[in-house]
């Protein structure tokens, strides 16, 4: 799965070595002040933007007027009534753009910058699978469904998702819609992205996510077909679609609503590399142009007609290697808003006065992760209890206090708060306790492990973490030296210098020793977290599950939960599968990371949805 990882909640970049500027054709705004004055002269709107200037009629119109003095009599008045508008307009944004917002909002410029990084793979849907590509891909592409602010689900290019067979088989029907190149969104745009997302050949890193299809198997085997599609999804007119799963499914619906089950045009297969770097997307903004380490631009598609209420006129993720460098241009008015806060200003951000600071539960999640392989720490007694023990030497309050500010909570189960199932009390599930601080009884569980097999005291006990942004270094510094000080032991974060050669050697199983984890949920159910991070069918390859964790008790009750109609049966059986984990600890929880970011005080409607990205859509000048 995303798989699976994303940058952590502080915003990290990964690198990439591009260089120049992509951009699409686009019909440049080329009217001149002076003669679309004279259009509104003679149209006379009561509220006059880009969009209704237009839509006015020619320029030359009123220069056949006959009589001179109704003319410049008519100007002049136009010209005031235009330099009284301007002056109301209060918008500081250096972006280019000039296309009027969604709600009609009088400003001359509704297009807003946001903080954004370089994204680690191509705009594809099927590849944009951490947050530097998230954030633009959000926006660029849309499926079957989407998700509200809170994760509630609503359908979007699907008509109606209809299960029989207890949840194996799906028939999707289409609403009428198209690519931003005008070409028809057709059930067949839907079955051939999957297909190509699904076949190992094609190298997407959302490959997993598909293997819940009948036909997947067969498209991961040596030697298959760049062009073999998916057995299990059907295709009986261009309206519907017909999905066979390998075991009955009911997430379907919340799975589908992922982008990278969008469907894609015609024009991606004829070249791949270059629709990376000019994506033709579904969603409620287009592709304007990408250039490496500096921007992305996206604009309002006017054409769009689904779940999202657009009021602005474009968004520029302007990309930094450090969130502190957007932090200050935020605070200089040189950005408008931002989805992370860096570590360096979390304790003192709620409090600033030159910006609006916005601070909510969220569903990011960082964790402590142990390799089943590491000495000491395998999957029986001795392992269990030195995985106990390090959990409870972990001052999670205060790391979450001092050290973020109060930007993260403190874990209570396996399930972040915006996912439905999330237990928010301690002792609500069985072993919780075994996630809460409690030094003594650390020293205890360390004591027991001892007896079965010695710790020489020499050993160093290392932890991975990424040092180029975001809150790695501080955070592990400050776990490295709580769990040092209860047990007694050498414990040194290991840094690696940045995030992607980190994410690579993760991949591969090279970082020896215990190691950062984070996740954001691709969709707002529990099986995301739970199936796609520590089932055994997950590991690596075909998944998330990077502590090698193997429990088949646990897994028969993932398997038991994904088959439920009943979603009050399947949140119990999560459940249970959670109180096997909070024994067994193949990763120790360290917190929940909240939605927390920031905007200038003359942009309004900032909120941030159930996957701690910015309500893009819902932003606007004042």
């Given amino acids: 799965m995303r798989g699976r990882r994303r940058i952590d909640i502080h915003g990290e970049s990964s690198r990439m070595n591009h260089e120049g500027t992509v951009t699409v054709n686009e019909k440049a705004d080329k009217h001149s002040h002076f003669p679309a004055l004279l259009n509104a002269v003679n149209h006379a709107p009561t509220d006059v933007g880009q969009d209704s200037a237009r839509a006015l009629a020619p320029q030359e119109y009123l220069w056949h007027k006959k009589n001179v003095v109704t003319r410049l009599v008519a100007f002049i008045a136009a010209l005031v009534a235009m330099v009284l508008m301007l002056a109301g307009c209060g918008t500081t944004s250096t972006s280019t753009s000039s296309t009027n917002s969604a709600d009609g909002a009088k400003s001359a410029n509704q297009t807003i910058t946001v903080y954004g990084c370089e994204p680690a793979k191509p705009l594809i849907p099927s590849s944009s699978y951490e947050q530097c590509g998230d954030m633009p891909a959000s926006m660029l592409f849309v499926g079957l469904t989407v998700y509200d602010k809170n994760g509630s689900i609503h359908n979007e290019i699907a008509r109606t998702i209809t299960p029989s067979d207890e949840n194996r088989t799906w028939t999707i029907r289409l609403r009428p819609w198209k690519f931003q190149d005008g070409t028809a ?40 077909s760049k062009n073999a599609q998916l057995s299990g999804v059907t295709t009986p007119d261009r309206e519907t679609i017909v999905v066979h799963l390998n075991t009955p499914t009911a997430s379907f619906p919340y799975r589908v609503g992922f982008w990278a089950w969008a469907p894609l045009p015609n024009s991606f297969y004829r070249n791949p590399k270059r629709y990376g770097q000019h994506p033709i997307g579904t969603g409620p903004y287009r592709f304007v142009s990408w250039t490496h380490d500096q921007q992305i631009r996206l604009a309002r598609d006017p054409s769009y007609h689904g779940y999202f209420h657009v009021r602005n006129s474009g968004i520029t993720f302007k990309e930094y290697t450090d969130p502190n460098a957007a932090y200050s241009d935020l605070q200089a008015g040189h950005l408008d808003a931002m989805g992370v806060i860096p570590t360096e200003a979390t304790k003192t951000y709620l409090h600033d006065t030159s910006i609006v600071a916005y601070n909510a539960p969220g569903t990011d999640w960082e964790s402590v992760t142990i390799p089943e392989d590491l000495p000491h720490f395998r999957q029986n007694k001795e392992g269990r209890l ?12 205060a790391i979450c206090t001092k050290v973020l500010g109060g930007t993260a909570s403190t874990p209570t189960d396996f399930l972040t708060p915006m996912i439905v199932g999330h237990v928010s009390h301690i002792g609500d599930l069985k072993n919780s306790h075994n996630i809460v601080y409690n030094p003594s009884k650390a020293r205890k569980l360390w004591k027991q492990a001892n007896t079965i097999s010695r710790w020489d005291t020499a050993t160093q006990l290392k932890m991975f973490f990424n040092a180029d942004t975001g809150g790695g270094k501080a955070v592990f510094t400050a776990v490295a030296n709580s769990v040092s000080n209860v047990l007694g032991i050498r414990t040194l974060p290991q840094a690696v210098p940045t995030y992607q050669d980190y994410l690579t050697r993760e991949q591969n199983n090279k970082l020896h020793g215990m190691f950062r984890d984070m996740w954001s949920p691709d969709y707002p159910y529990a099986e995301n977290l739970l199936a796609s991070i520590y089932t055994s069918w997950a590991t690596y390859t075909k998944g998330a599950n990077r502590s090698l964790y193997n429990n088949k008790a646990y897994d028969r009750l993932i398997t038991q939960a994904a088959e439920q109609t009943d979603q009050k049966k399947a949140i119990s059986l999560y459940h249970q599968a959670e109180e096997i984990l909070l024994d067994d600890l193949p990763a120790i929880p360290l917190y929940y990371g909240n939605s927390a970011g920031a905007h200038t005080k003359n942009i309004t409607g900032f909120a941030m949805n159930w996957s701690n990205q910015i309500v893009y ?4 000048r004042k």
Wanted: positive net charge; charged residues 20%; glycine residues 6%.
């Fill in 617 to 620: 859509p819902s932003l606007r």
């Fill in 185 to 224: 969104v057709t059930a067949q745009s839907f079955a051939r992205a999957w297909s190509y997302a699904a076949n190992a050949a094609n190298g997407q890193v959302t490959n997993d996510l598909f293997s819940i299809v009948q036909g997947y198997d067969a498209l991961n085997t040596k030697g298959v």
């Fill in 386 to 397: 030195r995985r106990q023990a390090i959990s409870m030497a972990i001052d999670r309050k």
